[in-house]
């Protein structure tokens, strides 16, 4: 378990700050709220006199920012943006970091398997998914429940984190198998950057374009969307069932192609 704790050491800094600019953005958001609470009717109607193109970067589609719950699901295409952006970075550099270091014979040199090497690595990253996650939960749960009305539940909040979280683990393995591709070690974090931002802009232009729905099922930016969590309250079962395919295939993609590549020490 050395390997584990030496890996969650090695990143708990920079999970500090991830945490602290992702809680940062939902308590200013929520404060920007509290300034608008008396104006909500007024809030919907200037939003449903923007161009289309702008409520689709906004984020705002059908919902009602009259209220805190309604609110925060417009801050949450910006909180899911961080946290993918930190997951597909974590994966990539969870991978390649002892390459990049000049640290990979010593690792290699150790009595364990590359599987066993891999499957710490994993174990370490999903701590910081689930720290960094579990961080922006608490924080917009209890932003909303100091200006939720009478009737707002945090319930359909949390179902958006558990979402949240599983479109956090597919781009973290997403850039995990990326990594393990022996010929993309140098640019794995382009290309996974390059990756995430082309699914970012495809659930933008689907929004703008309703031709563009049977694409919704190529990014997962369309997964777990929060106008249609918040107005639904449940998690689409096929879209769950596409988020587990991904990963699993992702991770055993992973295992494979880690235990067949050429280590650069």
């Known amino acids: 378990m050395s390997l584990f704790f030496h890996e969650l050491k090695s990143k708990w800094k920079a999970l ?12 200013s958001g929520m404060s920007e709220y509290s300034g608008l609470q008396g104006t909500g009717e007024s809030m919907n109607e200037l939003i449903a006199q923007m161009p289309e193109s702008l409520q689709a970067i906004l984020g705002t589609g059908t919902l009602d920012l009259s ?4 609110y925060f699901g417009m801050l949450f295409s910006y909180l899911i943006l961080i946290t993918t952006i930190h997951a597909v970075l974590l994966g990539t550099s969870t991978i390649v970091k002892e390459e ?28 910081n998914l689930l720290l960094l996650n579990g961080a922006s939960t608490i924080t917009a749960v209890i932003s909303i429940s100091v200006f939720a009305t009478e009737g707002e539940s945090s319930k359909h909040v949390v ?13 973290f393995t997403l850039g995990i198998t990326i990594a393990t591709w022996g010929k993309w070690l140098k640019r794995s974090t382009i290309i996974g950057a390059t ?19 049977a694409l919704s099922y190529v990014t997962p930016f369309k997964y777990f969307e929060a106008k249609v ?3 639904e309250g449940s998690l689409d079962p096929l879209f769950l069932t596409i988020s587990f395919i991904v990963i699993v295939l992702s991770i055993l993609g992973s295992y494979s192609l880690y235990k067949r590549r050429d280590l650069q020490i």
């Open 67 to 70: 209220t805190a719950t309604g």
């Open 195 to 213: 990756l995430l931002l082309i699914c970012y802009l495809l659930s933008i232009a689907i929004d703008l374009n309703p031709s563009f729905e």
């Open 229 to 231: 969590i918040l107005n």
């Open 159 to 171: 179902m958006l984190m558990i979402g949240m979280l599983l479109t956090q683990l597919i781009f």
């Open 16 to 27: 500090f700050f991830w945490c602290l600019g992702a809680s940062a953005l939902v308590v």
């Open 100 to 127: 990049r270091e000049r640290t990979a014979e010593f690792l290699m040199v150790k009595p364990i398997s590359r599987s066993r090497v891999l499957t710490h690595k994993l174990l370490a990253a999903g701590c």
